[in-house]
């Protein structure tokens, strides 16, 4: 397989060399020099400008001959035996944009791809199958990590033969331009395009064969992984800035609530302490909204003070649950404040009048990175009086010179301060509070004049799935009623809009065709694994807060569904994709990263179920797919950190908590259980479908009663509110 990668590099060159760019981080890139401005041509719109996705419409008006992934636009290749630049991104993603100004509204670049290609622009966020194929082709072919924008060229028949991350436009420095890779591969296309066949079939058998030989395990992989996990993510711990690495630093929520596990099974203080650090930095650095709320995608340095500053939904689902669960394992009221911030946020900002959650909120305004959510120094001191902006500047660390700079903007804003808190929460417990606040409040204000960073309005079920659990967790555990209310109109939402009833089929994608100035709506049914198994998520987290039957048998409906879509019934494990014709490769994910794979969402919500139901077929599919992805978890524990998360459950002690429901309801009880962190805790009622043993207990003296269980020991049920607030201290 080596000898035929290096061909396609080889044959690609005829005379070149073409290598493999990374994407930079905007502190690595080298700032561009700055050209002189052209008069741009009215340019008519392309096939993109009817397409719902904000990222497909940001290219409308590009002179490439963009094509929306599907049918026309594999005809066409087929028809003109023409290879298919596909190119891949998402609405806030910053080197998309970079590359769109630099190449994709360069006219030479337009010509040579109308020319000799089929171009086709594509949002991961709407096909993420089609996405994990690529990247993972990449990947193979290229032993590197990849990112976005992702570049790869294919055969008529959607076999990649050669890809790439960001090009700049041009050859310089020893890196390859975006044109002189369109024209080298033109040539290979055309001289060697047997050759050029025969890689791209070998990749895709390569992959093929690889994904064959990865037989199941005979049995679940001992309990012992659990340890070396924590092991190996303590051993490359950043135990002064928290994380992992020198930067950039990603948040990695997966690998923060193993570790909260892991600390609950171990008991080493030290694992608590790093978790603690982590979230500390994270929510004093510029990684966090200090004005609005919720966390920016990444920081570009190891501190976490300058963020790529877009905002994900998936991020703030992920980082709300650990906020909330930090808050209940330690009382620290800064972590509770964290968790109101992102929760406030999010309804303030993405949730849609009819109830959805949006994508995403991008790092750019006006076409600046940066420029709703940075300050200068002069704007302050204009902006407050001289107490407030004393305390300000002491506060959030604001220096006249500043403390970001987009290198690659040929005209960055200059002495932009990206908002910290370098002494912590210290100036907000002194005699220079009043202050701090006043001028925090008009600094509020005076933002939300700005034009505002473009928000993807796009609802994915996937996404709204992790943020209606972690909403809903937050309403109960923080007493918060319209953090619950936004959670359930959520569910509402996505249960009428994207759920199929009668064919028990989830779509994946909504959009409100409102938000492009048309009428109607538009969405996208591909059936995606995510979005099947992150409802199933969502929809048993408000079971177990809510104790209502209809979650339970939505749970079920989805777990079945989901099952009969991506469930690999000889093998185990979840594929991303169903098994549709576009899919020329199903895959199995073997990387939890911004967010988990199928197979690790699944093993937890089916190992639930079947607590919950007694169903045993629940638990096969658990325990299969465990199986699967036996090697990965012996190996490599570390790359799958939330199924360790679903295997800590799997080996833990389990506890059982039925409320039977009696004449003075529910809402007490279950309040206090949730404000307990007891993570191996299966919370169900007796109503619904839950297994025959649940349905036959019955409430005492008409009053709501407890039946709590730990391993095989069960104790004497109760019905007052402080016996169960001692039982459920007891089994803390």
């Not at 992790?466 to 109960?476: D, E, K, L, P, W």
């Not at 299966?682 to 025959?692: F, N, R």
Request: net charge negative; charged share 30%; proline share 4%.
């Amino acid at each position: 397989m080596k000898n035929t990668l290096r061909l396609v590099i080889i044959l690609a060159i005829l005379g070149g060399t073409i290598s493999v760019l990374p994407t930079p981080s905007r502190a690595q890139a080298k700032k561009p020099e700055t050209q002189p401005k052209k008069e741009k041509k009215p340019v008519k719109e392309n096939r993109l400008a009817k397409e719902a996705s904000p990222y497909l419409r940001q290219h409308a008006k590009n002179p490439v001959n963009w094509y929306p992934w599907g049918k026309e636009a594999f005809d066409k290749a087929k028809k003109e035996n023409k290879p298919i630049l596909l190119s891949i991104g998402y609405s806030t993603c910053h080197w998309c944009h970079v590359m769109e100004r630099e190449s994709f509204e360069n006219e030479a670049i337009a010509k040579l791809l109308n020319e000799n290609y089929v171009a086709i622009k594509l949002d991961r966020e709407e096909r993420p199958d089609v996405d994990k194929i690529y990247m993972t082709s990449y990947q193979v072919m290229f032993s590197e990590n990849g990112g976005w924008p992702l570049n790869v060229f294919l055969t008529p028949d959607l076999k990649m033969f050669y890809g790439g991350t960001y090009f700049p436009p041009n050859d310089k420095g020893g890196r390859v331009g975006f044109e002189s890779v369109l024209k080298q591969l033109h040539t290979a296309w055309n001289d060697k395009n047997d050759e050029v066949l025969e890689s791209a079939n070998g990749l895709t058998e390569h992959m093929k064969e690889a994904l064959k030989e990865r037989k199941p395990a005979e049995s679940v992989v001992s309990e012992n992984v659990l340890l070396a996990a924590q092991k190996k993510m303590m051993e490359n711990a950043d135990l002064k800035e928290g994380g992992w690495g020198a930067g950039p630093k990603f948040p990695q929520p997966s690998h923060l609530s193993f570790l909260l596990k892991s600390w609950k099974r171990s008991g080493d203080k030290t694992v608590l302490d790093f978790v603690k650090l982590t979230a500390d930095k994270m929510a004093d650095g510029g990684i966090y909204d200090h004005l609005a709320g919720g966390f920016h995608r990444y920081a570009v340095d190891g501190k976490w003070l300058v963020p790529h500053f877009e905002k994900m939904l998936y991020d703030q689902a992920q980082l709300l649950d650990v906020y909330l669960d930090l808050w209940l394992i330690t009382e620290d009221e800064k972590y509770k404040q964290v968790a109101k911030g992102i929760s406030d946020y999010i309804i303030a900002e993405m949730q849609d009048e009819d109830g959805g959650y949006y994508c995403a909120q991008d790092a750019q305004s006006e076409g600046k990175e940066g420029k709703c959510f940075c300050w200068t120094y002069g704007e302050l001191s204009e902006l407050l009086d001289a107490d407030e902006f004393e305390v300000v500047i002491e506060h959030f660390g604001v220096t006249e010179k500043g403390n970001f700079y987009d290198h690659s903007d040929p005209e960055a804003l200059p002495d932009q301060n990206v908002l910290s808190l370098v002494k912590g929460d210290v100036l907000l417990k002194g005699d220079k509070k009043n202050a701090l606040l006043s001028g925090i409040a008009k600094m509020k204000k005076a933002r939300q004049k700005r034009v505002p960073a473009m928000t993807d309005k796009k609802v994915l079920a996937s996404w709204n799935g992790m943020m209606i659990g972690a909403m809903a967790r937050s309403g109960v555990i923080l007493g918060e009623q319209r953090y619950m209310e936004s959670a359930q109109r959520a569910v509402a939402f996505i249960k009428e809009l994207l759920w199929n009833e009668k064919k028990q089929r989830l779509a994946h994608r909504y959009f409100n065709l409102k938000h492009r100035g048309a009428e109607g709506i538009d969405v996208d049914t591909s059936d995606q694994a995510e979005s099947y198994l992150l409802m199933l998520q969502a929809t048993r987290k408000l079971y177990e807060l809510t104790l209502d039957p209809k979650m339970l048998e939505w749970s079920i409906q989805l777990a079945k569904a989901s099952q009969q879509l991506f469930f690999d019934a000889k093998q185990g494990g979840f594929y991303e994709a169903a098994d549709v014709p576009d899919v020329v490769l199903r895959l199995k994910g073997d990387y939890d990263g911004a967010m988990p794979t199928a197979s690790s969402v699944a093993v937890l919500e089916y190992l639930k179920l079947h607590a919950i139901t007694g169903d045993e077929e629940f638990g096969k599919v658990a325990e299969m797919t465990f199986k699967a992805h036996g090697q990965d978890l012996s190996h490599y524990p570390t790359s799958l950190t939330f199924m360790l998360v679903g295997l800590d459950y799997h080996y833990g002690k389990k506890q059982r908590l039925v409320l039977v429901s009696g004449e003075d309801g529910l809402k007490e009880f279950i309040g206090s259980v949730n404000q307990t962190w007891m993570p191996n805790l299966t919370v169900l009622g007796s109503s619904g479908k839950v297994d025959d043993f649940t349905k036959s207990l019955k409430a005492i003296d008409g009053k709501i009663t407890a039946y709590f269980c730990e391993g095989e020991a069960c104790k004497a049920p109760v019905n007052d509110i402080e016996e169960f607030k001692k039982l459920l201290k007891d089994g803390k």
